[in-house]
């Protein structure tokens, strides 16, 4: 198994930052790429960005250019971090770091959640 442990959220006014952090252990050689996805209460989980082995990093576009995510690889664990820029009151939601088992693909591995708050 591979433990997920997100932290770094809470409440910024609009326009301010936050990092979030995750660390990815345990089983990590069962996960390539790591990222972050993001839930509003009522709505689907969304995709925010993602970091694979190499460090090339992919975002959704409602935070391309705001967001930047990176990794730094141990021998025993990964943390990816996001850097949150210019944050809107919509970027409001329960952030996720996520990481796909390469060993099934039918299975992700989940972290337990940071709230972000953006007050307008």
């Known amino acids: 198994q591979v433990q997920l442990v997100e932290s770094g959220g809470g409440l910024v006014q609009a326009g301010g930052s936050l990092r979030l952090s995750c660390v990815a252990s345990?089983?990590?050689?069962?996960?390539?790429?790591v990222g972050w996805y993001r839930q509003v209460p009522g709505q689907q989980r969304e995709f925010v960005a993602a970091?694979?082995?190499?460090?090339?990093?992919?975002?959704a576009d409602s935070v391309r250019g705001r967001f930047t995510a990176s990794r730094d690889n141990a021998e025993n664990s990964v943390t990816v971090y996001l850097q949150m820029n210019g944050l809107k009151p919509e970027d409001t939601a329960v952030y996720y770091c996520?990481?796909?088992?390469?060993?099934?693909?039918?299975?992700?591995?989940w972290g337990q959640g940071t709230q972000v708050t953006v007050s307008s």
């Open positions: 345990g089983s990590i050689f069962r996960v390539n790429s």
């Open positions: 996520n990481a796909p088992d390469v060993w099934n693909q039918a299975k992700d591995f």
């Open positions: 970091v694979g082995t190499g460090g090339r990093a992919n975002y």
